[in-house]
């Protein structure tokens, strides 16, 4: 039945049972990397929800870049997916900012919808089984987006 990827999924792994999992999805990015739920199986994710148009999403450019280089990529991937409506738009702006992380346009949205995201910018870290353990939407200017992501992913890398 529909349910029985996700029995699969919990019988795996039965400390999941209270978590989401990320659901299935296929894409190459801007790089040319192709990406999908299976060959990410195994390490933790970072996925980023933006666009060139939120103001709150460019700002947090910089903290994503040095998080970026904090973890090494064999330990921490992160995926940024896009859902700009125009691709020279943000393939400009990638660049501009050198963002050469993972880097994904989301045209038509169905990433987004997949992941359920509703607002921008969206954070969701996945473990290495493929569980959904935080979900951050938006920005807090009490606090950094790293220190927000810091305390999750701490005891996730090792």
């Not at 999805?25 to 980023?48: M, N, R, W, Y």
């Not at 900012?97 to 880097?103: A, F, G, L, T, V």
């Not at 509703?118 to 959904?132: R, W």
Request: with cysteine; glycine share 6%.
């Amino acid at each position: 039945g529909p349910d029985a990827e996700l029995a699969k999924k919990l019988i795996a792994h039965p400390a999941h049972a209270g978590n989401e999992f990320a659901p299935s999805f296929s894409f190459k990015t801007a790089q040319g990397v192709p990406i999908d739920s299976t060959a990410l199986q195994g390490k933790v994710v970072v996925f980023d929800f933006w666009a060139t148009w939120c103001p709150s999403c460019r700002a947090s450019v910089p903290e994503l870049r040095d998080l970026s280089k904090h973890y090494p990529a064999e330990k921490l991937v992160i995926v940024s997916i896009s859902e700009d409506s125009k691709p020279g738009d943000w393939s400009d702006f990638i660049a501009r900012k050198h963002m050469d992380w993972n880097q994904y346009l989301d045209e038509r949205g169905q990433t987004a919808k997949a992941f359920g995201i509703h607002a921008f910018p969206t954070y969701i870290i996945m473990d290495s089984d493929g569980a959904i353990v935080q979900r951050i939407v938006g920005m807090d200017p009490r606090e950094s987006l790293v220190h927000r992501l810091r305390e999750e992913l701490a005891t996730m890398i090792k």
